[in-house]
């Protein structure tokens, strides 16, 4: 027979939920006012707890935005090896993977304001850990990139480098959609995804069915 919670496990569970809260507050207050401009008083008041109470969880201001950082990308992480694992094949895995952060991003355009440039004026702390950030993503691109090498559906690729390229070029289009008044990355992810498989010398079967 399976006991009642400890209070060391009702301890934790609330101290995560307490976690959770502060993390959706300081996604809409850094999305609204950018990392320099953001308050940490705001966010805790826009959950009722005190400043203390905040640092209690998060020990600085830059802490808890790289926090926030690191919950949007495993978010975007798991959807996008979800879409991928859906797929036939190794092409369509890959392709389908970056089409799920260019969905995703449209439809949460502040937050994608966050990842993508809102923490540019701390320097290098930020640059570092948005490459961090890219990085996950590039891998999961490149580990289906080198599956279809690996089953020949494309030719021998530098699968790091195309990988890393193609998060540029998604880069560009988000940050265009954001600052210059651009299609949103949904509208471009068909003609973007036909691009980039070219460029590694695969089309998706989407793209096959539609030149039959």
């Known amino acids: 027979m399976q006991g009642r919670p400890t209070l060391a496990t009702a301890s934790s569970d609330q101290r995560e939920k307490t976690r959770e809260r502060i993390l959706e507050a300081a996604a809409a207050v850094f999305a609204d006012r950018g990392y320099h401009d953001a308050l940490v008083d705001e966010i805790g008041d826009r959950i009722s707890l005190s400043k203390g109470g905040l640092y209690f969880h998060f020990p600085s201001k830059e802490e808890l935005f790289f926090s926030v950082i690191d919950r949007l990308a495993n978010k ?23 089409r799920e952060v260019l969905f995703t991003l449209s439809r949460q355009k502040r937050l994608a304001r966050i990842l993508m440039t809102q923490g540019y004026s701390m320097g290098n702390s930020f640059a570092e850990k948005r490459t961090e950030v890219f990085d996950r993503f590039a891998d999961v691109i490149q580990v289906h990139l080198d599956s279809a090498v690996a089953e020949g559906t494309i030719p021998e690729v530098d699968s790091r480098l195309a990988s890393r390229a193609w998060l540029g070029a998604m880069n560009e289009i988000v940050v265009h959609w954001l600052y210059s008044n651009g299609p949103s990355p949904r509208e471009c992810a068909d003609d973007l995804n036909a691009l980039l498989l070219r460029s590694v010398g695969a089309v998706s079967i989407n793209e096959s069915d539609s030149r039959s």
């Open 76 to 98: 975007l992480v798991s959807k996008a090896e979800k879409a991928a694992g859906n797929q036939d094949s190794s092409v369509d895995a890959a392709s389908a993977a970056l």
